[in-house]
T-cell receptor, first 114, second 118 residues
């Protein structure tokens, strides 16, 4: 158990809908990262937050957004869902988000878009 | 841009034997971190081992060790005394050693699926 929690574990929805994925980092970790794992794209970095502020963006679609709250949990919002958004979404956390940190991953949320 | 390549989509090993998984990477940076993550059927991503590029000594964690060849940009994972629980997808990952920005992200290879035969 990494100490990172993600809810829900599974999510099934329809095209055009909007969903919210939630992540709670390890106790004491200030930085949260979101990754997407899909069959065709592999594991890709989406976005990073540090202590409530966006720090870095990767290949995140405009239909996707994220935020980190004062209690440090983070939410990834996916809207206007398409079939291709079906994937496993991971949250990872680290102490400070510095280059010295190790990122610890949550169990993931499996999103299926029908 | 940095890239990570895992050229072995699948590998198989007998229980108690040793197996080596290959990883190569491309970068123009001199300082960086390399990782191996394990993803069992549960899909959880589990850190196996980490190597700092500035360290010449190869990292070791119990039955897991790496062969880090900086000049060749090679980072292989050796699993000794393989156990049934080692069966999983293994991902090699790279991270820049630069503070801030998108450089904190992990860049992953495509993975190697390891089967352990009893």
């Amino acid at each position: 158990d990494s100490g990172v929690t993600q809810t829900p574990k599974h999510l099934i929805t329809a095209t055009g809908q909007r969903v919210t994925l939630r992540c709670s980092p390890r106790s004491g970790d200030l930085s949260v990262y979101w990754y997407q794992q899909s069959l065709d794209q592999g594991l890709q970095f989406l976005i990073q937050y540090y202590n409530g502020e966006e720090r870095a963006k990767g290949n995140i679609l405009e239909r996707f957004s994220a935020q980190q709250f004062p209690d440090l949990h983070s939410e990834l919002n996916l809207s206007s869902l398409e079939l291709g958004d079906s994937a496993l979404y991971f949250c990872a956390s680290s102490v400070e988000g510095a280059y010295t940190d190790t990122q610890y991953f949550g169990p993931g949320t499996r999103l299926t878009v029908l | 841009a940095q890239t990570v390549t895992q050229s072995q989509p699948e590998m198989s090993v007998q229980e108690a034997e040793t197996v080596t998984l290959s990883c190569t990477y491309d970068t123009s940076e001199s300082d960086y971190y390399l990782f191996w993550y394990k993803q069992p059927p549960s899909r959880q991503m589990i850190l196996v081992i980490r190597q700092e590029a500035y360290k010449q000594q190869n990292a070791t964690e119990n039955r897991f060790s790496v062969n880090f060849q900086k000049a060749a940009k090679s980072f292989s994972l050796k699993i000794s005394d393989s156990q049934l629980g080692d069966a999983a997808m293994y991902f090699c990952a790279y991270r820049s050693d630069l503070y801030g920005g998108a450089t904190n992200k992990l860049i992953f290879g495509t993975g190697t699926l390891l089967a352990v035969q009893p």
